[in-house]
């Protein structure tokens, strides 16, 4: 199949969010390759990514039906397990075929949103009869939806758009949440370490997963449990200091992974250990059912190696914050059954360094249909965080999409299913963030569907697309073209 051919390529290109660079290069190419009009749009003046728009003559009989615009985002989600070695910046993505899904080795897949895209661009070269077609490739959909946010007023030509970033066969999204990120910085004036026992507390093989997606999944959170377990041993062994802390990467994944490096004085060694067990088992059997492959360890490191602590107070300060710092579903939406309305994910905790001096930075993001409560709990996370004596920021954000049941699209979309398959659709406002809510704010004339082939656990390692269902939501998109 021409799409898999196409993704097989994508997969080879390096493109984590905020560096498209190849990926803009490869679009520029396979346009002059097949003749098709390219246009390149600079995120900003003098950036080095764009977003790319190639555009795709009617075939006969359909110059006169109005255009179509297929939209998907050129970035993706670069995570991987620990232990692997892989460049993002640099080297391929190693796939393999397992039971009807193909999967990659260790790393995210990228089919979010590589699979839209190569859709996309399978249509424009396929036989199959479809009007004047807008191919608009977004950059860094994942890390702030840039892309869109910068899109120029005037270059879509087309009233209807077919975003291909949606992960469940045979469902057709009518809505998303908006969404905002908040950023603390907790600076400190790092203090020499007493000599004394040294250990490493780690929380690993967690799912993680998308943190829309999956944030309604029980899906356990390895920020919280690792401090959750320094806050227990905190309180029973007031002279632990903390010497590094590390744990999850981006702000759309629920951090899989977490470390944190603690000494105390030789005397409280056995106390350390014991009270970890104690804890330990406490979290265990909270969540062992929901995370059977969690790991929680704690092993003994050379001293020498963390001459400096953070100071005792803004230690705790820091953990009272992150206790404190929601995390997970906040409502769900009392129209659509089943549908988080609200939640939001702690993301990341990072000790970083800059001119101004050494910092712990925590990133978390909230979604939300409901603009207020959206807002609510954006300032909730900000009043725990400041707690610390933290300095909080937050991102620009991005609107909902608000569902329109009576779209004439959508009709035409589920009907073209109903085609194909022989079933019906699945109609649905989604909890993940599309890019579909910034297009309506610059073009409000757009009537706009979401759908795309089953994938599962976007956004980790074990991420996978489905063969057979990428097969019938090709033909579904170009019956549905056929139809328009």
């Not at 009009?37 to 359909?62: D, K, L, Q």
């Not at 004036?189 to 997606?213: D, M, N, Y």
């Not at 981006?250 to 490096?261: Q, T």
């Amino acid at each position: 199949m021409q799409v898999l051919e196409i993704f097989n390529e994508i997969t080879k290109i390096p493109r984590p969010s905020k560096h498209e660079e190849q990926m803009n290069a490869w679009l520029r190419q396979f346009a002059k390759d097949h003749n098709l009009i390219c246009e390149s749009y600079p995120i900003h003046e003098g950036a080095t990514t764009a977003n790319i728009i190639i555009r795709v003559p009617a075939t006969s009989g359909y110059e006169d039906r109005e255009g179509v615009i297929l939209q998907a985002h050129q970035d993706m989600v670069c995570e991987k397990d620990s232990g692997v070695e892989h460049d993002f910046m640099r080297d391929p993505i190693q796939t393999y075929e397992k039971d009807g899904w193909l999967h990659a080795n260790g790393t995210t897949l990228g089919a979010d949103n590589g699979i839209g895209v190569a859709m996309a661009l399978a249509a424009a070269l396929s036989d199959a009869p479809h009007p004047a077609l807008e191919l608009l490739f977004t950059t860094d959909e994942e890390t702030g939806l840039t892309g869109a946010h910068c899109l120029p007023d005037g270059v879509l030509q087309g009233k209807r758009l077919i975003n291909l970033d949606n992960e469940d066969d045979g469902q057709i999204c009518m809505g998303c949440a908006g969404g905002i990120d908040t950023l603390a910085r907790l600076y400190y004036t790092p203090e020499k370490a007493e000599a004394g026992f040294a250990a490493r507390i780690s929380v690993s093989g967690l799912q993680g997963g998308h943190s829309g997606e999956d944030i309604n999944k029980n899906r356990a959170n390895a920020n919280k449990i690792l401090t959750r377990i320094l806050f227990g041993l905190l309180k029973e062994i007031p002279q632990l200091r903390l010497a590094q802390i590390d744990g999850g990467n981006l702000r759309n994944a629920i951090a899989r992974e977490a470390k944190a490096v603690v000494i105390v004085p030789m005397k409280d060694k056995e106390q350390l250990r014991v009270q970890f067990n104690v804890v330990t088992s406490v979290i265990e059997q909270e969540i062992r059912r929901f995370e059977p492959d969690m790991k929680i360890e704690l092993e003994s490191c050379a001293d020498e190696l963390f001459d400096a602590v953070l100071p005792a107070a803004v230690a705790e300060r820091l953990l009272l914050s992150l206790i404190a710092c929601p995390h997970g579903v906040f409502a769900m939406s009392p129209d659509i059954e089943g549908l988080v309305q609200t939640s939001t994910n702690l993301a990341s905790v990072k000790m970083k360094e800059d001119e101004r001096g050494n910092y712990v930075e925590i990133n978390t993001s909230q979604r939300s249909s409901v603009e207020s409560e959206k807002h609510y709990l954006k300032d909730m996370v900000e009043c725990a965080l400041r707690l610390s004596g933290a300095e909080v920021s937050h991102g620009d954000g991005y609107p909902g999409w608000k569902p329109n049941p009576s779209s004439a699209l959508l009709q035409v979309v589920k009907d073209s299913w109903y085609e194909v398959t022989g079933k019906d659709a699945q109609v649905v406002a989604i909890h993940a963030g599309l890019e579909c809510g910034l297009f309506l704010e610059k073009y409000s004339h757009l009537d706009m569907v979401a759908f795309g082939p089953q994938m599962r656990d976007v956004h980790s390692p074990a991420e996978r697309l489905n063969l057979a269902s990428t097969e019938r939501t090709y033909r579904w998109l170009l019956k549905t073209l056929e139809k328009l």
